[in-house]
């Protein structure tokens, strides 16, 4: 390889990831800006750079985590990445359908719940109704979560509903920029629809750069608020970071987000490591009736920017949420676990901990209620325990860590068979 090995780094002072290294890198960003260079998106300039700019979440040209969030890959360490990723044992996607509530637009006509109904729709993808309102988070429509179309991620199954077949939304939540939360052709189709679009601080530079118009983009710095028709849609802090080719690494900002409304109240993790502010943000805008927290997609040498099952529990507890619907998982390999880990861990760390879950298959229709009947609607296969394969971030207290864990019980797949025993029936697929 010509060319210093490309490195990943931390900047100790502005705590954002960065890259070093020249030769194959900048010619494979140029590369594939020939065929990508769209998907890309925009740079932010002019008035939005200067509110950028101004944000106390923005140093020397980058937006920055609270806590420091080391993620150093050197050449050797991404060889072995890539080894396991192409020989090792685990099975990282479905080796039959998955097992879907496919919806059509008699399914999802009439109005939307006055009070709460989640849709899970997959991965980070959720249809939110709330007291007369619908929401979409994160959508992605398209068959790989990639910058072009014949390479990258691909989808297990195609969308449980088609986008034609979508109700009227009444607003669009993104968390950040990645391609796998900030779809380019999904993100068009919504224009067209007229949709207002809330995102973090930059995101909308890129969807000027397709077409959005300027009155549908909504963008907001973490703790600022906005109204949406008696609703309020609140933009939250996150630990994770930004950036859809080589060069724009923390060039946007990342968010999670709340929405407020006169009897319920969710929160909607987008993805993120564990950080202490998920207290803060429980006693700003909780309790949450639900919390949509990420659980997938986590490895030991990542855990700062994926939590992974077993935080998410510690999260859904900081923010004193009273249901926890796991989302970005089940619907792309985007790590090296087996893609139904997530849903088994989890199904441990709640039966540690006691806390309320709900695990829906894509498409089911989930409801606020007492008690959820957890079947696995997933393969049984192989999957690592938390004991064997600890996903932990860095940098956090101890004694926030004492409030709200750890988990102690070593038999995980013991836990995991009494957690998934049938319950009384409390989540409906109309």
């Known amino acids: ?13 502005t705590r954002h990831v960065r890259l070093r290294g020249k030769g194959a890198l900048p010619a494979l960003a140029a590369g594939l800006s020939f065929v990508a260079c769209a998907s890309f998106g925009g740079t932010p300039e002019g008035s939005r750079l200067h509110t950028m700019q101004a944000s106390p979440n923005y140093a020397e040209g980058v ?5 420091p969030t080391e ?19 685990q099975i990282r996607e479905p080796e039959e359908p998955v097992n879907v509530v496919a919806l059509s637009a008699a399914d999802l006509q009439g109005a939307a719940s006055d009070d709460l109904r989640v849709r899970w729709l997959g991965h980070s993808t959720l249809l939110i109704e709330i007291e007369g309102k619908r929401i979409l988070t994160d959508p992605i429509w398209s068959e790989r979560a990639s910058p072009v179309r014949f390479a990258g991620p691909k989808r297990f199954q195609p969308p449980v509903v088609a986008f034609a077949d979508l109700p009227r939304i009444d ?8 391609y796998d939360h900030l779809d380019v052709e999904t993100i068009r189709m919504l224009g067209e629809r007229r949709v207002p679009i809330f995102v973090p601080l930059g995101v909308g530079a890129h969807l000027e750069r397709w077409g959005i118009a300027r009155a549908q983009i909504r963008e907001y710095d973490w703790w600022q608020e906005a109204e949406l028709d008696g609703l309020r849609i609140a933009c939250t802090p996150a630990r994770h970071f930004s950036g859809r080719s080589l060069t724009d690494r923390n060039e946007t900002l990342w968010a999670s987000w709340a929405v407020i409304g006169q009897r319920r109240r969710v929160f909607f993790s987008g993805d993120t490591g564990l950080f202490p502010e998920f207290e803060d943000i429980g006693r700003r805008h909780g309790p949450f009736d639900m919390t949509f ?17 077993e935080q998410a529990v510690m999260a859904h507890k900081a923010l004193g949420g009273r249901v926890l619907v796991p989302i970005h998982w089940g619907l792309f390999n985007l790590a090296l676990h087996t893609w139904t880990e997530p849903a088994e861990r989890l199904l441990a760390a709640a039966g540690q901990s006691g806390i309320t879950l709900a695990l829906p298959r894509p498409g089911e229709a989930l409801e606020p209620a007492e008690w959820y009947a957890n079947e696995r609607w997933w393969p049984a296969i192989p999957w690592q325990t938390a004991h064997e394969a600890p996903v932990r971030s860095s940098h956090m207290p101890a004694e926030w860590l004492a409030r709200y864990g750890p988990f102690s019980k070593p038999d995980a797949r013991r836990v995991v068979e009494a957690a998934s025993k049938p319950a009384a029936p409390a989540v409906s697929g109309n």
């Open 293 to 309: 927290l990420e659980v997938g997609a986590y490895n030991t040498r990542w855990a700062n920017v994926h939590m992974g099952p």
């Open 171 to 178: 607003a669009v939540l993104i968390s950040h920029d990645h």
């Open 71 to 89: 993620t150093d890959f050197g050449f050797a360490e991404g060889l072995a990445l890539l080894r396991e990723a192409l020989s090792g044992p």
């Open 63 to 67: 937006f920055v985590n609270r806590l």
């Open 1 to 13: 390889m010509a060319g210093t090995p490309a490195r990943t780094s931390i900047d100790k002072r």
